[in-house]
């Protein structure tokens, strides 16, 4: 493969995981998945939280593709550009961690965005979190956030209509801290 063909694809590779995430999220995460999910929308002390175990598929899906793209592994049957697609699921996973883990819940490190698309992220995702149980919900994705104001008309909207049941802060307009 040309190093454009090989840059292209790891890139292309990357915006994939994002509907990917937001996908499994939305239909796994909170359908038939929610007892590994439900922790992570509760509060706890814990260090690690079942939902973690989710980042195991994800690193496995990086292996498989690593391991069918390496002539090591599949000899001559090997497959490329599974190395690349592989690398660019692993460059996802450092976002998706770096970003949910560390900017939004900031299970690494301390920055509260005060401007700009991390602040927007962070919004986005913490509006997420605003329902109580797995029904309802906006925001599944984690690199691409919609407008706040959107979100929070989407919300009420989802509880107007029974779907969604929205924790206190939200229901009465007021800012969500923590």
Same mark, same amino acid.
């Given at each position: 493969?040309?190093?454009?063909? /090989?840059?292209?694809?790891? !890139?292309?590779?990357?915006?994939? *995981?994002?509907?990917? @995430? &937001?996908?499994?999220?939305?239909? $796994?995460?909170?359908?038939?998945?929610?007892?590994?999910?439900?922790?992570?929308?509760?509060?706890?002390?814990?260090?690690?939280?079942?939902?973690?175990?989710?980042?195991?598929?994800?690193?496995?899906?990086? /292996?498989?593709?690593?391991? !069918?793209?390496?002539?090591?592994? *599949?000899?001559?049957? @090997? &497959?490329?550009?599974?190395?690349? $697609?592989?690398?660019?699921?692993?460059?996802?996973?450092?976002?998706?961690?770096?970003?949910?883990?560390?900017?939004?819940?900031?299970?690494?490190?301390?920055?509260?965005?005060?401007?700009?698309?991390?602040?927007?992220?962070?919004?986005?995702?913490?509006?997420?979190?605003?329902?109580?149980?797995?029904?309802?919900?906006?925001?599944?994705?984690?690199?691409?956030?919609?407008?706040?104001?959107?979100?929070?008309?989407?919300?009420?909207?989802?509880?107007?209509?029974?779907?969604?049941?929205?924790?206190?802060?939200?229901?009465?307009?007021?800012?969500?801290?923590?």
């Amino acid at each position: 493969m040309s190093p454009l063909a /090989i840059v292209l694809l790891v !890139l292309a590779t990357v915006a994939a *995981m994002e509907f990917v @995430a &937001w996908s499994s999220h939305k239909y $796994i995460m909170h359908g038939f998945g929610w007892a590994w999910h439900r922790d992570h929308h509760e509060p706890h002390d814990r260090v690690l939280e079942k939902n973690d175990l989710y980042a195991l598929f994800g690193a496995g899906i990086s /292996i498989a593709m690593f391991a !069918l793209g390496s002539p090591m592994v *599949m000899g001559t049957r @090997a &497959w490329e550009p599974g190395t690349w $697609i592989g690398l660019g699921v692993l460059i996802y996973g450092v976002i998706y961690t770096l970003i949910h883990d560390g900017l939004v819940h900031q299970r690494y490190f301390r920055w509260v965005p005060k401007r700009g698309y991390a602040k927007r992220l962070v919004q986005a995702h913490k509006l997420h979190h605003a329902t109580i149980g797995k029904e309802g919900g906006v925001s599944f994705g984690f690199v691409v956030a919609r407008d706040p104001a959107a979100l929070k008309r989407e919300l009420r909207a989802q509880r107007a209509r029974g779907i969604a049941v929205l924790r206190e802060a939200v229901e009465e307009g007021a800012p969500r801290r923590g």
